[in-house]
């Protein structure tokens, strides 16, 4: 296909923006320049099998600091949410290098209903608690859950918990 050549490349980020609004001053490529506000409402996210029927987001820059005030993505009766902050770097390009921390909740009663590739289809419910963090150019991760009876294919439902460590050299 010509995808690859035209237009968007093949996985991109796709979807319906609703609501765009956006007030912002600063240098382009000077992150810690901005004094910003966005707030967005998208549908239909998609990206390869993600999938998220409703993303609403609002986001300030200022003072060298960038904050997720809020972030809800939702699929049915799922939904997850996002908040957090990040230092601005002094040039575009160092995006992903600086400090920031995350915090991560979802409420998922509809595990079948989300989309993913996983090699058995998922069944029952689930809640994820937890933080994300940039530090040092290391991505570091800690997840909490719980739920059940979850199934994952044909084979029997149980209760489940535990947590999930993980990192990253950015």
């Known amino acids: 296909t ?15 923006v609703q609501h765009l609004a956006s007030t912002s001053d600063g240098v ?19 990206q390869e099998s993600l999938f998220f029927e409703r ?14 005030e809020s972030g809800e993505a939702t699929t049915g009766l799922n939904k997850i949410q996002l ?5 601005l770097p002094e040039h575009i ?4 290098q600086s400090p920031a921390r995350f915090e991560i909740s979802a ?15 998922l069944t029952g419910t689930a809640t994820v608690n937890g ?6 150019d290391i991505l570091r991760a800690d997840l909490s859950f719980s739920g059940g009876p979850i199934g994952v294919g044909n084979g029997p ?5 535990g947590t999930r460590e993980a990192s990253n050299q950015m």
């Open 157 to 161: 439902a149980a209760p489940v918990s």
């Open 28 to 46: 382009i490529d000077a992150p810690r320049t901005w004094n910003e506000t966005l707030e967005a409402q998208i549908s239909n996210l998609r």
């Open 55 to 68: 993303c609403v987001l609002k986001v300030a820059a200022r003072d060298g600091m960038a904050v997720l």
């Open 83 to 87: 908040k957090g902050a990040a230092e």
């Open 93 to 96: 390009r160092y995006f992903g």
């Open 131 to 136: 933080r994300a963090e940039i530090k040092d």
């Open 2 to 16: 010509l995808r690859g050549y035209l237009g968007r490349p093949p996985g991109f980020l796709t979807g319906d």
């Open 107 to 121: 409420v998922l009663p509809d595990l079948q209903s989300i989309p993913a590739r996983f090699p058995q289809p």
